[in-house]
Nanobody, 124 residues
């Protein structure tokens, strides 16, 4: 079992940036993909990004359009999500996940572990 803890969420104005972090602990001895989902009030969970153990390939949700970048530091068991040009519609709780591969992590059904989530609020 892998435990995930997200941090870095908060309130930001439209056009601003935030960097989310997710630290993994527990059974991290095996390689695994990591990723991000988000959920806004009244909406379904939405795929944001995924990254393989080696750092490539990466996948992004269609709405990202080059604004977000995910990366990881395996020595620290940490994955990051750099979010730029934020919009009010990016407001959501952002969840960190692990999975078998970055390709399969595009579906939330493939996520094996979930963090508690971190709130991101973008004001207009």
């Amino acid at each position: 079992q892998v435990q995930l803890v997200e941090s870095g969420g908060g309130l930001v104005q439209a056009g601003g940036s935030l960097r989310l972090s997710c630290s993994a602990s527990g059974r991290t001895s095996s390689s695994y993909a990591m990723g991000w989902f988000r959920q806004a009030p009244g909406k379904e969970r939405e795929f944001v990004a995924a990254i393989s153990w080696s750092g490539e390939p990466t996948y992004y949700g269609d709405f990202v359009k080059g604004r977000f970048t995910t990366s990881r530091d395996n020595a620290k068991n940490t994955v990051y999500l750099q979010m730029n040009s934020l919009k009010p519609e990016d407001t959501a709780v952002y969840y960190c996940v692990t999975g078998v591969s970055s390709f399969r992590l595009r579906s939330y059904n493939e996520a094996r572990s979930w963090g508690q989530g971190t709130q991101v609020t973008v004001s207009s």
